[in-house]
């Protein structure tokens, strides 16, 4: 199945910040970031089709997944 990713601020850094990726059917939340080498301790908010979404979130073809990274201020 193709789902699509989008990345925002850090995780954006050294990887296409829009990009379309196939996965296995069954696959999930947890398998995508596996696929896109980013470790689940840089991702603070997870979105399936702008939803909050679990790490094991099944996903379906033509999802969308966004992700952003912790951001810290002064």
Not at 60 to 72: C, K, N, Q, R
């Amino acid at each position: 199945m193709n789902i699509e990713v989008r990345l925002f601020a850090t995780l954006r850094q050294g990887r296409c910040p829009r990009q379309s990726i196939e996965l296995p059917v069954g696959s999930r939340l947890a398998d995508a970031l596996a696929r896109l080498n980013i470790g689940r301790h840089e991702v603070a908010i997870r979105l399936r089709n702008g939803q909050v979404a679990e790490w094991e979130t099944a996903l379906e073809e033509g999802d969308t997944i966004s992700l952003f990274p912790a951001i810290g201020g002064g």
